[in-house]
């Protein structure tokens, strides 16, 4: 059994990550959480000293709560449809950092769309909101493409490093039935060198845990590559761990997950230590 929290904001129902959650459902029982907020604060965009005109005002407000409500009703009627419980929280207001990362210190998994989240209040993604459900979730996030398909192969981003290992540990102990499916377990590094990091201590965890998998080392920039070489695996799902924990560091160092979530190539796992 698995709590999921499901997030959509306005009337975008993310429908590529209901599939995902239909397709775990199938292998074990879970229980999704939907949180629903409004896309756009719309008293952070009147000026500071102007009073707005109550009916338009309200009348505004009171579209914004029929979209939320709207997606509100697709959530259910689809939890009902395909046997899964739910519980939707009573939140009505715009995005709130705080309660989100309060929903998700008791959710085994949060699950966003990697094209419509958020994307009536910022036309990009990743936009400011998707960044701040990366970097502030405190259990591990499922980023899925509308355009979802059933999951027939793993990519594993590995660094050598602690969060790549954690967030992979984070994934076979989420999905244990993902584990019969190909894995590749890929090093990306722009440089010379075909060693691996702790390859031999990679290879013992991974064939303890993967009943098919390869190991490479990728000879090319990630952030302008990456999601090319994704892209030529059917129906893939890329493992990678932390996501920048500072949005200053965001703007310098902007994570190759980013390309990836841009152009919708596959769903992403993202891990991190809190």
Request: hydrophobic share 40%.
């Amino acid at each position: 059994m698995k709590k999921i929290l499901l997030l959509c904001d306005g009337d975008n129902f993310p429908k590529g990550a209901f599939k995902l959650i239909e397709q775990i459902r199938v292998n074990e029982p879970v229980t999704v959480k939907g949180l629903f907020f409004t896309s756009v604060d719309i008293e952070q965009m009147i000026p500071i000293g102007f009073i707005p005109v109550s009916e338009p005002y309200t009348k505004l407000k009171e579209g914004e709560k029929l979209l939320q409500m709207k997606s509100q009703d697709q959530f259910s009627k689809a939890c009902e449809k395909h046997g899964i419980k739910y519980k939707i929280h009573p939140y009505e207001g715009s995005w709130d950092r705080d309660l989100f990362v309060k929903e998700s210190r008791f959710a085994d998994l949060v699950i966003i769309s990697e094209e419509l989240f958020c994307l009536d209040a910022l036309h990009v993604q990743p936009n400011y909101f998707m960044e701040e459900t990366l970097r502030a979730s405190e259990c591990p996030v499922m980023v899925v493409p509308e355009q979802f398909k059933e999951i027939e192969r793993l990519a594993v981003a590995y660094d050598g490093g602690k969060e790549a290992m954690f967030a992979l540990k984070q994934f076979v102990y989420l999905f244990p039935d993902y584990v019969d499916l190909p894995a590749d377990f890929v090093h990306i590094k722009n440089e010379s060198g075909t060693e691996i990091p702790d390859q031999a201590l990679l290879n013992e965890y991974t064939k303890t845990h993967f009943e098919s998998l390869n190991a490479s080392r990728l000879h090319f920039d990630p952030k302008k590559y990456f999601s090319s070489w994704l892209e030529n695996r059917r129906n893939v799902l890329l493992v990678t761990g932390s996501y920048a924990r500072s949005a200053f560091s965001n703007l310098f160092n902007k994570s190759f997950a980013d390309s990836i979530i841009a152009n919708h190539t596959c769903p992403i796992f993202i891990a991190h230590f809190s």
